[in-house]
């Protein structure tokens, strides 16, 4: 059969895409839930997952820690409207900066744009969706025209901006964020990538090339000659001077991915490549659906992190995994941090502060680079030699 876009004239989208429509689910600091996870939630995973909502709302929130909070989302969480947890976090200031899978960004944006995703059933003939012009991600469905309008604001958007040459994807989300929110006024109620980029918070992807907004950059660059291109080095050394400014450092890990290690990967680059003896982080949350036992990244426990200087030795009390799925699991995390005492934080607003933090991994980089010359050249030289 030859190739076409999904849907066929005459076929009727209607029955699948006569679910609720998903809407961004924010949450209020619910004391039910608090008492639930308190008191309720008392063994297994759930033991897990109330140890890390304590961890996160009274060390990692407490003020006087001043942790830099780096939250990691994998997994299709803005397509299954979680959106709207990460957008009350950014705004309470309770992450500073969001490393996310291109997927997760580019879904966010049918919400900024007024598209519906609706609620559905896993068990639905693919075939006839197919017929029908409706997109499935498990149980959420969209039609497909929403791929193809969200695809051409991003495409207007890269002509409006007027974009060319590398830049880091903390600037382009950014970008595309004061976009949305000329064009689409109040969209940061519904966006990630607006929200964030209103309360100041940058936005990475580890692996841009990996998703429909990758894909438009693509297009853009054959079809317009542009030179317009993500400079993933600039990620990997403003995500590294990010965390070197941390008074303390910690993380929310929702599933695995490139993500984890993007964010993981900071400390490692700091000691092992800059030679900057930074230390590990301070605080380690992850919820997930990954195993230790297949030996991957995505399910590799904080332990294993202490190895690599990803995860400072002393601190394991301070790390938690809890094996869930992010869907469940997170709202209720959200719902318990909004409604503590340390439920609201000033924002650090990172994305007008990374020139100023590269400056300064420059600074210490150079630092540690001279001395580990002179220190090389004090044990060549012959004084060094006599015992
Ligand atoms: N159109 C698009 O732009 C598009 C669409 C889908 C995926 N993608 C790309 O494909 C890649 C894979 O995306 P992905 O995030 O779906 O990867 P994935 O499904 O491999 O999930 C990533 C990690 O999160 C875990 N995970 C997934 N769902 C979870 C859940 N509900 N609860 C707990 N853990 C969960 C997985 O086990 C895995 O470790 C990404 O790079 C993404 O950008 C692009």
Redesign the pocket.
Request: proline letters at 0%; hydrophobic letters at 30%.
């Given at each position: 059969m030859p190739h076409r876009a999904p849907g066929s004239p005459g076929h009727s989208r209607q029955q699948f895409l006569s679910g609720k429509p998903i809407r961004y689910y924010r949450p209020k600091g619910s004391p039910d839930i608090r008492q639930l996870v308190d008191e309720g939630f008392q063994a297994f995973n759930a033991g897990r997952l109330s140890e890390a909502c304590g961890i996160f709302s009274q060390k990692m929130l407490d003020p006087a820690e001043d942790t830099t909070i780096g939250l990691t989302v994998?997994?299709?969480?803005t397509p299954a409207g979680l959106g709207g947890c990460v957008i009350e976090m950014m705004e309470r200031g309770l992450v500073d900066f969001l490393i996310s899978?291109?997927?997760?960004l580019?879904?966010d944006l049918h919400y900024a744009l007024n598209f519906t995703l609706h609620r559905g059933s896993p068990f639905v003939d693919d075939v006839a969706l197919y017929e029908d012009g409706v997109i499935r991600?498990y149980d959420v469905l969209f039609p497909a025209t929403v791929?193809l309008e969200t695809d051409a604001y991003i495409r207007d958007f890269i002509l409006r901006s007027g974009l060319d040459g590398p830049i880091a994807t903390s600037e382009f989300h950014y970008r595309l964020g004061l976009d949305l929110l000329e064009q689409y006024p109040g969209c940061e109620e519904h966006s990630v990538v607006a929200r964030a980029a209103r309360a100041g918070v940058p936005l990475y992807t580890s692996?841009p090339g990996?998703?429909?907004?990758g894909?438009n950059l693509a297009y853009h660059e054959l079809m317009n000659n542009s030179r317009l291109m993500i400079d993933p080095n600039r990620d990997v050394n403003e995500v590294c001077a990010i965390v070197l400014a941390g008074k303390r450092n910690g993380c929310v890990i929702?599933?695995?991915?490139?993500p984890k290690n993007f964010y993981l990967q900071a400390q490692p680059t700091l000691w092992e490549v800059y030679g900057i003896p930074k230390g590990g982080n301070d605080y380690f949350i992850q919820?997930?659906?990954?195993q230790v036992v297949w030996g991957g990244l995505?399910g590799a426990t904080p332990a294993e992190a202490v190895s690599w200087g990803k995860v400072n030795p002393g601190v394991l009390p301070d790390t938690v995994v809890a094996y869930?799925?992010?869907?469940i699991a997170f709202p209720i995390f959200c719902e318990y941090a909004v409604g503590s005492p340390n439920g609201r934080r000033q924002r650090k607003e990172l994305v007008h502060k990374r020139d100023e933090l590269l400056a300064n991994l420059v600074r210490d980089a150079r630092a540690a680079r001279e001395k580990r010359a002179s220190d090389a050249s004090a044990l060549d030289s012959p004084v060094s030699n006599v015992k």
């Open positions: 994998a997994g299709a969480l899978t291109g997927a997760n580019y879904h991600i791929l692996s990996d998703s429909s907004i894909m929702l599933g695995g991915g490139s919820i997930t659906t990954d995505s869930c799925d992010s869907t």
